[in-house]
């Protein structure tokens, strides 16, 4: 089992940065890949990211790639998400979550899930 609560969303211009955090509870969050997700109102949750268990391979959507970094920090249970050149089109409810595969694009293949933090990026 594993708690997930997401911190760092916010209200920023385009062109700003925002830094995310997922902290995690339970002692096997260092066994889980974990990934980002966002949902837009209207719009079906999209993978963002996602990180493996040692946090040194990761995947990114090519709508953030070059923009957004995952990262973790196994020792303080906790999942990153450093988002630069923010665009108003990022604008959503972003979601951690935990329990699929490596690398897993499709958000049913996850268990676990953080309520949310919001996103809104003004132009």
């Known amino acids: 089992q594993v708690q997930l609560v997401e911190s760092g969303g916010g209200l920023v211009q385009a062109g700003d940065s925002l830094r995310l955090s997922c902290a995690a509870s339970?002692?096997?969050?260092?066994?889980?890949?974990m990934a980002w997700f966002r949902q837009a109102p209207g719009k079906e949750r999209e993978f963002v990211t996602a990180?493996?268990?040692?946090?040194?391979?990761?995947y990114y959507a090519n709508s953030v790639k070059g923009r957004f970094t995952i990262s973790r920090d196994n020792a303080k249970n906790t999942l990153y998400l450093q988002m630069n050149t923010l665009k108003p089109e990022d604008t959503a409810v972003y979601y951690c979550?935990?329990?699929?595969?490596?690398?897993?694009?499709?958000?049913?293949?996850?268990?676990?899930w953080g309520q949310g933090t919001q996103v809104t990026v003004s132009s």
């Open positions: 979550a935990a329990g699929a595969g490596a690398g897993s694009r499709l958000w049913y293949e996850y268990n676990y």
């Open positions: 339970g002692r096997t969050f260092s066994s889980n890949a």
């Open positions: 990180i493996n268990t040692n946090g040194r391979t990761t």
